[in-house]
């Protein structure tokens, strides 16, 4: 029953590094979602894809790239970190459709830009 | 322009006790979604409660239940009876109609913490 699984959990990159996160569902969702978190920010969408074959920029799209490789798995990558990028990454998926359901989240990912 | 607002940016309440944690809402949508997310010092994402804006009854969820008043925008959470276990970040979040992008938005989170 593994639900969104994202790797790595941690991470600690130097700035101008680029690196990979990866995120796989397993209860056939539609719909993927990047979020980064940060303190009194709450969760802000980085980009999302309704469903295979699309995705669509967020509400903090800048320096991040997105590939759906396939109905499962959703990366983001950083290809060139910045201290401002430190924060905690969280995939998720949703059934999409018509459905106003709710996210089902990742265990996230704490990233560090030194 | 932000979409969800909760105001209180820190609670805390005595255990045992009900508490409720705040949150409005803007949306020109007439289909929406309205959900919490409990985030415990563990980080995971937990969901919790979720209304439609066509419920006709508050949605309840255990100990949880949500005071959804549609004409002033707001979906309020209860907690009854806390628990130490409750201690945590609560967020507060919004799904508009599949057309608009199916795109959640969040609250920027109240922390609450529940004392013996």
């Known amino acids: 029953n593994a639900g969104v699984t994202q790797t790595p959990k941690f991470q600690v990159l130097k700035t101008g590094q680029s690196m990979t996160l990866q995120c796989a569902q397993d209860?056939?969702?539609?719909?993927m979602y990047w979020y980064r978190q940060d303190p009194g920010m709450g969760l802000r969408l980085i980009y999302y894809?309704?469903?295979?074959?699309?995705?669509d920029k967020g509400e903090v799209p800048n320096g991040y790239n997105v590939s759906r490789l396939n109905k499962r798995e959703f990366s983001l990558r950083l290809e060139s970190a910045a201290p401002s990028q430190t924060s905690v990454y969280f995939c998720?998926?949703?059934?999409?459709?018509?459905?106003?359901?709710?996210?089902?989240f990742g265990s996230g990912t704490q990233l560090s830009v030194l | 322009a932000q979409k969800i607002t909760q105001t209180q940016p820190g609670m805390f309440v005595q255990e045992k006790e009900a508490v409720t944690l705040d949150c409005t809402y803007d949306?020109?949508?007439?289909?929406?979604?309205l959900f919490w997310y409990k985030q415990p010092s563990s980080g995971e994402m937990i969901f919790l409660i979720y209304?439609?804006?066509?419920?006709?009854q508050n949605a309840t969820e255990g100990r949880y239940s949500l005071n959804f008043q549609k004409a002033r925008k707001s979906a309020n959470l209860v907690i009854s009876a806390s628990q130490l276990g409750d201690s945590a970040m609560y967020f507060c979040?919004?799904?508009?109609?599949?057309?608009?992008?199916?795109?959640?938005?969040f609250g920027p989170g109240t922390r609450l913490s529940v004392l013996p």
């Open positions: 998720a998926s949703s059934p999409g459709s018509r459905r106003l359901r709710e996210l089902f």
């Open positions: 209860m056939n969702h539609n719909s």
């Open positions: 894809s309704a469903s295979e074959g699309t995705t």
């Open positions: 949306t020109s949508d007439p289909s929406y979604g």
């Open positions: 209304q439609g804006s066509y419920d006709q």
């Open positions: 979040a919004m799904r508009e109609a599949p057309h608009q992008g199916q795109n959640f938005v």
